[in-house]
Every structure is written in structure tokens, then in C-alpha cells.
């Protein structure tokens, strides 16, 4: 089983390596997600910010008005 990290996207087969873990298919958008609800050591890996919100995600497509910041 994969569980989702509901504040940042990241995934991982052990549930306790996540801060908001969750085995639901992730659906929403990252929009809204300030950085001080992505886990310390993700914020890295967050490649995209939404210009609309400031939202972080790893991935273009969980944000509405995606600009890569790396």
C-alpha cells in the first residue's frame, strides 16, 4: 500500500515517514499549502509555487497557476 502526504504530495509505503499521512488517491490541488505545512525535509523537493495562492507542490499539475521556482 502507498500513502499520500495530504500537505505535500510525497508518497511512501510506510506511513510514519509522512507528517499528514493518508491511503486515499490524492484528488485536490495543492493550492493554499504554506510552506510551513509541507514537511522541513520536502520543502526542498517542492518545484512549483502557485502564483494565484503561493500553494508549493512537486508537480505542475496539483496547482492552478503553476511557476516553477527552481
Same mark, same amino acid.
Given at each position: 500500500?502507498t500513502?499520500t502526504c495530504?500537505n505535500?504530495?510525497?508518497?511512501?509505503?510506510?506511513? +510514519? %515517514?509522512?507528517?499528514?499521512?493518508?491511503?486515499?488517491e490524492?484528488?485536490?490541488?495543492?493550492?493554499g499549502t504554506?510552506t510551513?505545512k509541507?514537511? %522541513?525535509e520536502k520543502v526542498s523537493?517542492?518545484e512549483? +509555487?502557485?502564483?494565484?495562492c503561493?500553494?508549493?507542490?512537486?508537480?505542475? %499539475?496539483?496547482?492552478?497557476?503553476?511557476?516553477?521556482?527552481?
Amino acid at each position: 500500500m502507498t500513502f499520500t502526504c495530504l500537505n505535500c504530495g510525497s508518497t511512501a509505503t510506510n506511513a +510514519r %515517514e509522512l507528517c499528514n499521512p493518508s491511503n486515499d488517491e490524492l484528488v485536490g490541488t495543492f493550492c493554499g499549502t504554506s510552506t510551513d505545512k509541507v514537511c %522541513e525535509e520536502k520543502v526542498s523537493s517542492m518545484e512549483y +509555487r502557485c502564483d494565484a495562492c503561493g500553494g508549493l507542490s512537486p508537480d505542475a %499539475e496539483h496547482l492552478c497557476n503553476p511557476r516553477k521556482i527552481h
